[in-house]
């Protein structure tokens, strides 16, 4: 089992930015696919973005966050990273992020291990 940490989250104001860690330091995840998913109880859960164990390959929604958001991985500190500009109220959500074997999955029933969440909250 994975365990993993997201940091980050808070309260901003609209158009300002956040920086999202996901930390995993008891493993380094090779072979792994870290992501990054919101969930809300009007939209449920959402795949935002995803980075392969290579730290290169990435892989984005189809919706228009993925001009808003970049993921990032740094293996050296066991962590993954997702910033977040030009953020709107319709982000406020909880994030998470995921840990996967499947390499560049998108869908949420491939991830096997999860954090715990980071509440964003973007006022207007």
């Known amino acids: 089992q994975v365990h993993l940490e997201e940091s980050g989250g808070g309260l901003v104001r609209a158009w300002g930015s956040l920086l999202l860690s996901c930390v995993h330091s008891e493993r380094t995840l090779t072979g792994y696919t870290v992501a990054w998913f919101r969930q809300t109880p009007q939209n449920g859960r959402e795949f935002l973005a995803a980075?392969?164990?290579?730290?290169?390959?990435?892989?984005y929604t189809d919706s228009e966050v993925k001009y808003r958001f970049t993921i990032s991985r740094d293996s050296a500190k066991k962590a993954a990273y997702l910033q977040m500009d030009s953020l709107t109220p319709e982000d406020s959500a909880a994030y998470y992020c995921?840990?996967?074997?499947?390499?560049?999955?998108?869908?949420?029933?491939?991830?096997?291990?999860w954090g715990q969440g980071t509440q964003v909250t973007v006022s207007s």
């Open positions: 995921a840990a996967s074997r499947t390499y560049g999955t998108r869908q949420a029933e491939h991830y096997t291990d």
């Open positions: 980075v392969g164990w290579n730290t290169v390959s990435t892989f």
